[in-house]
């Protein structure tokens, strides 16, 4: 049986297995003396030129957007980790704020009901002063004891929605 042809140099040394292959395309990828590589082909393979160009130029897009993917991707990290600090201070100042702003509010309610006399207050009032708030409020127009009696039947005196008219 005879052998087949040994392989040319070139393509031994660039193309021989698939190690060295994958290392050449690599090269070629890195755009590290892939013009070596291509005269070395396209002197067996005139069309190879083709080849490399495409390779080189889809390689290059794919390499250089993975690039720019991790340099955005770091550089956004690092904008939202900034960001967020600032937020987290803006909200704690205002969070301080709207605490103390309640406990002020509290006070005043607390010095409001200290002044009042204990008959105006209800729940200081002593057990045997409520007729006396009661008949108080009636006195003043505040509410009755009993509410007023309505008649479901009746039609309420406005519409509730002025959107809906009947033809």
Known sequence: MPRPPAPALWWGSTFGDLGTSLFTMFTVLT?????????????????????????IVITAFFV???????????????????????????ELEQHTAV??????????????AAALPAS????????????????????????????EAVDPGDPPEEELCSCRRDP
Do not use: C, H, Y
Request: glycine letters at 4%.
């Open 31 to 55: 755009v590290e003396n892939w013009p070596q590589v291509a005269e070395d082909v396209m002197a067996k393979e005139p069309m190879a030129w083709v080849f490399f160009a495409t390779f």
């Open 120 to 147: 105006a207050d209800p729940a200081r009032a002593a057990p045997g002063d409520a007729p006396q708030a009661a008949s108080a409020d009636a006195a003043r127009g505040g509410l009755a004891t009993e509410p």
């Open 64 to 90: 250089l957007n993975l690039l720019i993917g991790v340099i955005v991707s770091a550089m956004e990290a690092e904008v939202n980790a900034a960001r967020w600090e600032e937020d987290q201070a803006l």
């Open 99 to 112: 605490m103390n702003e309640i406990r002020a509010l509290n006070e005043k309610i607390d010095r409001l």
